[in-house]
């Protein structure tokens, strides 16, 4: 399945984080397919409290061998292994890294 994931952090060392899940999504490719990249751009946060980071952003393309609903697991796992919370506030400001 052709999918599409938009990676973003304003947390910590962002780039490093944007690295870092590149190369998890990376892994998650059927084996033997390219991975298509954008560049990494760095964004101004919007509906976001006063005082949150810009965003470092950029969107991936990989062919996976499974369901959306899998794909979707896997991208949470990753985000875990990370170190995002499973719960949050949309847009809220991540005090605690």
Do not use: H, W
Not at 18 to 34: C, D, H, K, N, Y
Not at 71 to 83: N, Q
């Amino acid at each position: 399945m052709r999918s599409g994931i938009a990676l973003g952090s304003n947390v910590g060392d962002r780039l490093g984080n944007i690295r870092r899940a590149m190369e998890s999504v990376r892994m998650l490719r059927e084996p033997g397919t390219l991975v298509f990249c954008s560049s990494i751009y760095e964004t101004a946060p919007i509906d976001c409290e006063p005082g949150t980071r810009s965003y470092i952003n950029a969107v991936m393309e990989i062919d996976f061998p499974g369901t959306p609903k899998q794909l979707l697991a896997r991208l949470r796992k990753i985000e875990s292994k990370m170190g995002r919370p499973e719960r949050r506030p949309r847009n809220a400001l991540e005090r605690s890294i």
